[in-house]
């Protein structure tokens, strides 16, 4: 059973910053690569970030400089850091994971930037 529960969405006013989580359920969490997506009306899904196990990370370029994504592999839970936030950063956020073909998705959580 793999499960995904995310926090930390909220509104926020341009310029502001969130931390979202994402605790990952059982004892595989630091062995797999933990991925952020974001989506928004008329917008295609997109991977805004990924953490490998060794932490090793990507950042789209569209967040890279103001996004920072991290993992605890004692706390199994996986960290996306939103810094000078944009409106057009707006969209559901969803934890991701592949774990044997398969993907598992968190509910997601709505970040909202706007004044």
């Known amino acids: 059973q793999v499960q995904l529960v995310e926090s930390g969405g909220g509104l926020v006013q341009p310029g502001g910053s969130l931390r979202l989580s994402c605790l990952a359920s059982?004892?595989?969490?630091?062995?797999?690569?933990m991925d952020w997506y974001r989506q928004s009306p008329g917008n295609q899904r997109e991977l805004v970030a990924r953490?490998?196990?060794?932490?090793?990370?990507y950042h789209a370029d569209s967040v890279k400089g103001r996004f920072f994504i991290s993992r605890d592999n004692v706390k199994n839970t996986v960290y996306l850091q939103m810094n000078s936030l944009k409106p057009e950063d707006t969209a559901v956020y969803h934890c991701?994971?592949?774990?044997?073909?398969?993907?598992?998705w968190g509910q997601g959580t709505q970040v909202t930037v706007s004044s």
């Open positions: 991701h994971v592949n774990i044997a073909s398969i993907d598992y």
């Open positions: 059982g004892s595989y969490f630091s062995i797999i690569v």
């Open positions: 953490i490998t196990p060794g932490g090793n990370t």
